[in-house]
Structure formats: structure tokens, C-alpha cells
């Protein structure tokens, strides 16, 4: 069954901390896999999205990897703010089926 | 980057009734949307695929004489919820891809429904 795991549920840093976001996938049979952030009853907005091909995307404070052989991603988000406080998704395009799979999602609350 | 609208972004309906939301790409052609739904404190749930000028693939569990979906246009889906209840209640939203790899999806702003 193809699925997406992301730990941990929830996480509150203080401000300026670094942080890391984890999600990992059951096939490594891949497209690619898209980072989403989404605010409360907000749609989704796409933060970076890594191609099976490569490792690691970056922008701005954001830098996300990609590890196929091991089925995991993980998303570093460098210096928080408050601002940065909101769920962040993580979807996989896998090659069979044609859809994304998304995590559960981390709740992140950066505190002032 | 490319834009997904989604109309209305809320809706408030009498149980029994029938609600229409519409997807569109505003700026790209989408021969592949979806629709999703997504509950309080819950992660998206993919409920059909829906390709132009043909039917919708549904997901396992999903009604399909519930939950009509129309694709006539490679701009516009509709999905219409139909004799909506109470349990129908959620957060739709929907979204599209471009043609060919990389299959980056963009997703709409979202569809909050309510049925009393």
C-alpha cells in the first residue's frame, strides 16, 4: 500500500529556532514529492517540490532533501518565526496510480 | 506560477439540497484535475480524478451518484454534491496538474461547505 508518515503530529518551537519536518514514503517509485504549507481553513501553498532525480530543493529559509532508497524527505526550515506557525503537508507522486499521497501533516506553532 | 480558482469559497445549504462547486485554471490548460475533501484536524482525501471529456475515477468509498463530477472543458471541473447532509460537511478543494512530468499539482483555494 503506498502511503505517507509524517512525524512528528505537532511540534511549537521558540522563535529563531532551526527545525526540522520528517516524512517518509513505502515506494521509492517516484515522480516527485511536494512540500505544502496550509493555514487554517486556507487551501494549500506549494513550497518546494523535488523531482525523483533530485536531492534537495531550496528556497529562501526553506530546504528540503529527498532520500529514494530510503523512503524519507525531510524539510529544514532555518531561524523560525511566528509567522512560519501553520501545517506543512507532504505529498508524494508515486509512478503507479497517477495521484498524490499526502501525510497526515506537522502542526507547527513557533512562539515569540 | 500557475493559478487555481475554486467558486464559492463557502457555501452554506438546507440538507436535502444540491451545491455546485467549480474548479478552474485560470492561466493553463488541465486535462487532470482532482477533488478532495478534508475534515477538521485531517489531511487531504483524495475523492475522484477527473479527466476531460471523460468519467471521473472515484476512490474506494466514494459515492459516486453522491458526488457528480463534470470536466467538460480542460478549465473547468464541477463537483455537485447532491441531497447534501450534515456529514457532508467539509472543507472541498480541488486541483490540477500540468500535462507531462514534472506533475507539480496547484492546488484551489478551497471550498468550505456547511449543510444545516
Known amino acids: 500500500k503506498q502511503e505517507v508518515t509524517q512525524i512528528p503530529a505537532a511540534l511549537s518551537v521558540p522563535e529563531g529556532e532551526n527545525l526540522v519536518l520528517n516524512c517518509s514514503f513505502t515506494?521509492?517509485?517516484?515522480?516527485?514529492l511536494q512540500w505544502f504549507r496550509q493555514d487554517p481553513g486556507k487551501g494549500l501553498t506549494s513550497l518546494l517540490l523535488?523531482?525523483?532525480?533530485?536531492r534537495e530543493q531550496t528556497s529562501g529559509r526553506l530546504n528540503a532533501s529527498l532520500d529514494k532508497s530510503s523512503g524519507r524527505s525531510t524539510l529544514y526550515i532555518a531561524a523560525s518565526q511566528p509567522g512560519d506557525s501553520a501545517t506543512y503537508l507532504c505529498a508524494v507522486y508515486y509512478n503507479q496510480g497517477g495521484k498524490l499521497i499526502f501525510g497526515q501533516g506537522t502542526e507547527l506553532s513557533v512562539k515569540p | 506560477g500557475a493559478v487555481v480558482s475554486q467558486h464559492p469559497s463557502w457555501v452554506i445549504c438546507k440538507s436535502g439540497t444540491s451545491v455546485k462547486i467549480e474548479c478552474r485554471s485560470l492561466d493553463f490548460q488541465a486535462t487532470t484535475m482532482f477533488w478532495y475533501r478534508q475534515f477538521p484536524k485531517q489531511s487531504l482525501m483524495l475523492m475522484a480524478t477527473?479527466?476531460?471529456?471523460?468519467?471521473?475515477?472515484?476512490e474506494q468509498g466514494v459515492e459516486k451518484d453522491k458526488f457528480l463530477i463534470n470536466h467538460a472543458s480542460l478549465t473547468l471541473s464541477t463537483l455537485t454534491v447532491t441531497s447534501a447532509h450534515p456529514e457532508d460537511s467539509s472543507f472541498y478543494i480541488c486541483?490540477?496538474?500540468?500535462?507531462?512530468?514534472?506533475?507539480?499539482?496547484?492546488f484551489g483555494p478551497g471550498t468550505r461547505l456547511t449543510v444545516t
Open positions: 515506494d521509492s517509485a517516484i515522480y516527485n
Open positions: 477527473s479527466n476531460e471529456g471523460s468519467k471521473a475515477t472515484y
Open positions: 523535488i523531482q525523483s532525480s533530485q
Open positions: 486541483s490540477a496538474h500540468t500535462s507531462g512530468i514534472p506533475y507539480e499539482q496547484y
